[in-house]
């Protein structure tokens, strides 16, 4: 195109000619997270993870699950395996930073931290987080992650690592609106899909899954720790 064509082109007419670079698709994706808390205490981001970030963390998650690194989640400190199972199925592995898929993830999250910390002003200290696997058959009943005044979580981040999946699959997080308590979303575990939402208002849950289902999910806490006190406990 000579200029003088490109002269004529009115503004504003959608013509892209750079691609956005992703730091600036991240920051636009972290700006959506933060309108989505505000305005109705959730969020979901298709693609917020790079397809190559997905399958490495998948890679380690299946090669740690065969390796038997996992254990059975629990629900909390007062915990009766009984009750556990009829709650949660999943297995676990809590990050520790401790190959570069995970400081890549976890460097990810503390930006997502920052950004909201900056933003809406919560004082988020630190991220929990685990890898979770759900096999055929296991799910998580309908549950809140803290409860007011009783806990340090404050914002949950759930990101899923499976390439391909199917409404059939089961396995779906289910989102609960905060006032009514109707089902509002249904969202399904695809690679680079990341969930958002605060931890205290919204009641979820995960289906009972067909396929293995590979995520991670984590919390933004505040700090717990009164003078000598740690939370939590070591
Ligand atoms: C959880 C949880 C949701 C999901 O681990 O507390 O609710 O979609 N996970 O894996
Ligand atoms: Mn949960």
């Not at 254990?71 to 190959?99: C, F, M, P, V």
């Not at 931890?199 to 293995?212: D, G, N, R």
Request: hydrophobic share 35%; charged share 25%; aromatic share 8%.
């Amino acid at each position: 195109m000579d200029l003088q064509q490109s002269e004529l082109l009115p503004t504003g007419t959608g013509l892209i000619t750079e691609p956005l670079v992703k730091s600036e698709c991240l920051a636009h994706h972290n700006d959506v997270i933060v309108e989505g808390l505000v305005q109705q205490g959730w969020v979901a981001i298709p693609n917020y993870l790079d397809p190559e970030l997905c399958d490495e963390l998948r890679m380690e998650m299946l090669r740690y699950h065969e390796q038997n690194r996992f254990q059975k989640a629990g629900i909390g400190r007062i915990d009766e395996r009984h009750r556990n199972e009829k709650i949660r199925r999943d297995k676990i592995y809590w990050l520790e930073g401790s190959t570069s898929a995970q400081r890549t993830y976890l460097d990810l999250m503390a930006d997502l931290r920052q950004h909201i910390n900056r933003e809406l002003f919560l004082g988020l200290f630190d991220l929990e987080a685990h890898y979770a696997v759900y096999e055929p058959g296991d799910f998580y009943r309908k549950h809140l992650d803290a409860f007011r005044g009783r806990s340090s979580r404050v914002v949950t981040v759930v990101s899923y690592f499976n390439p391909q999946w199917l409404e059939e699959d089961g396995g779906l997080l289910n989102i609960y609106d905060s006032d009514d308590r109707a089902l509002v979303s249904q969202i399904m575990p695809l690679a680079g899909t990341l969930v958002c939402f605060l931890s205290e208002k919204i009641l979820h849950e995960v289906t009972p899954t067909a396929q293995l289902r590979c995520s991670i999910a984590g919390w933004f806490r505040h700090n717990g720790s009164t003078g000598e006190l740690v939370d939590p406990p070591a």
